[in-house]
């Protein structure tokens, strides 16, 4: 399969080899690094790219699961194109701002006011700053297994391999060496859809916990939902103790108007966004209720600073709006029937196929992995079969193509 996929992609290898001379790896992402090398894109269109060999591909990526409407959507690129001739960012604020913190106070049900950043990371990042100075605790939880971006407070326990970790215990582990230990002693890590150890470690540890943050929707685990019980129970726990709980809705806001959140009828503090609030430009953001979020109210100084030349830029602002003006619920209602076909028919030729697999997922979204266990979260991934992934990768790629 390897073998094919380099016959087919012979400018991506002279491209990746020149990469390699100037950029580690010779990229600045990691998304789609599948050896021997990612295919270099020279166009998108619709729900297609095409290398820059000429091969087309159906995108089930969509950079991350950024684009709802395809590549190139006519109404955001009309947008984008408007707002290039104005001016691309300012010093002072833009109406385009006004109307998109409006689309999602308006949507997402625990959204009063809301910032926005140029990247999920920082929505992340600066929604644990604000629960940490409102409870004035320095401690955070999370998900064993679960991604929030690149920062340090999130980056504990993400891929950590199974031998890194205590048998019985959800464990915090760094992702890099060098991490301070004070990061990671401050990062308390849950298991996943397991009520009991959550809530004897939340208690063990309320006394100097501000928050929780979880993906409802839990991506690196396949996309798989969180159960409603179990998020219900977290939304009483941390009510109870006085913690801050954050949905990070980064990739979930997919799935309806107003999130996860709404589908599953629990309403977080704090919400972390990005990806298709952006309409496909540089985007991320963080909302909630009004009391945490005016703690950046920069009126009377603000008590949390969060500052960024491109927060908020038009350029993004507008790309965004042109998005969600056109994600009504009836585009909703069919891409998630789309997702349940998908998945439906993945199950089916797996079958035929006499591959064990389990197919993960909710929606739009979905997850694929090589094993005859039930996924259910971080070391139930981690025991699937990685060299299968990998095929799947080059394998797809080549017959696409
Ligand atoms: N949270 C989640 C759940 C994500 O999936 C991502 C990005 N994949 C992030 C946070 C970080 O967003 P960004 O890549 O824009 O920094």
Known sequence: ???????????????????????????SRGTAYFAPYPFFVERADGHHVVDVDGNRYLDFMLNATTYVLGHSNDRVV?????????????????????????????RVPSVEKVRFTNSGTEGTLNAIRAARAYTGRHKIAKIEGGYHGNHEYVSVSVYAPL???????????????????????????????????????????????????????????????????????????????GLIFIFDEVQSFRLSQGGAQEQMGVIPDMTTFGKVIGGG?????????????????????????????????????VAGLATLDQLTPEVYERMNALGDILRAKLRAVFDELDVAVQVTGIGSLFGIHFTEERIVDHRSV??????MQQKLFTGYSMRAS
Request: charge should be negative.
């Open 382 to 387: 981690l025991r699937a079969d990685r060299a």
């Open 281 to 317: 430009m540089p985007v991320g953001a963080w909302g909630g209720r009004a009391d945490l979020m005016d703690l950046f109210d920069p009126t009377d100084g603000p008590v949390v600073s969060h500052a960024g030349t491109f927060n908020a830029n038009p350029m993004t602002m």
């Open 1 to 27: 399969e390897v073998d094919r996929y380099t016959a087919s992609t012979p400018r991506s290898a002279e491209l990746q080899a020149e990469a390699e001379r100037y950029l580690p790896g010779g990229s």
């Open 163 to 241: 031998d890194a970790l205590d048998p019985e215990e959800p464990t915090s582990v760094a992702e890099w060496p060098g991490q301070p230990p004070s990061v990671v002693e401050d990062v308390i890590t849950l298991h996943y859809n397991d009520i009991e150890s959550t809530e004897r470690i939340l208690r063990e540890n309320a006394a100097e916990l501000s928050c929780v943050i979880i993906e409802p929707v839990l991506s690196n685990f396949g996309y798989l939902p969180a159960d409603g019980e179990y998020l219900a129970r977290l939304r009483e726990l941390t009510t109870e103790l």
């Open 78 to 106: 009309e947008a984008v194109r408007e707002q290039a001739a104005n001016g691309l960012s300012y010093s002072t604020p833009h109406e385009s701002q006004v109307r998109l913190a409006q689309a999602l106070c308006e």
